[in-house]
């Protein structure tokens, strides 16, 4: 049932884009955000949206929105990997609660995968706001060169 549905403009996400919540931002442009999962499923865990597309998930969005989300996804999934130095890198995207979704604003999580860690779906726990920070300030910092 959470595949169809109409899009809900105070899922958080779409506060988080109209800066009406707050964010550990990474990225920003006219056409997308990306910033830091607040439950991360490991070390650097970043979500990417689009900010101008009101869509649930991959069958309602746009071609362009799509695009731009995907270049971007690109752009920091390097960005993560050249910083965090990880063994793998998982980019994933779900749609549906059945699949996984809990947020109803079409995102991609960008998950730096380290050798030895296991692969959880969802982290239970919040992430510590000072680790957060210091990471979200090295990522910048690689962002901007
Ligand atoms: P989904 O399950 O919909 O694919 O992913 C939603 C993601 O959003 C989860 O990884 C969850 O940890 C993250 N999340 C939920 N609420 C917030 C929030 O308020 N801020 C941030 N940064 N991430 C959130």
Redesign the pocket.
């Known amino acids: 049932m959470s595949l169809h549905g109409t899009y809900d403009p105070q899922n958080?996400f779409a506060l988080?884009i109209k800066g009406d919540?707050p964010?550990f931002k990474l990225y920003e442009d006219d056409d997308v955000l990306a910033?830091?999962?607040?439950?991360p499923q490991s070390y650097g865990h970043t979500?990417v949206v689009p900010k101008r597309a009101a869509a649930r998930n991959m069958l309602d969005i746009d071609p362009d929105n799509l695009c731009k989300m995907m270049l971007a996804v690109q752009k920091l999934t390097r960005v993560l990997v050249d910083e965090l130095q990880p063994e793998g890198v998982q980019v994933a995207q779900?749609n549906g609660a059945p699949a996984?979704?809990?947020?109803f604003h079409i995102?991609m999580?960008i998950v730096p995968r380290y050798a030895g860690q296991g692969l959880g779906m969802?982290?239970a726990n919040k992430a510590d706001v000072a680790e957060l920070e210091k990471l979200q300030a090295r990522l910048v910092a690689r962002i901007r060169g």
């Open positions: 958080i988080i919540a964010c910033f830091l999962d607040l439950f979500l779900f996984g979704q809990t947020v995102h999580h969802h982290a």
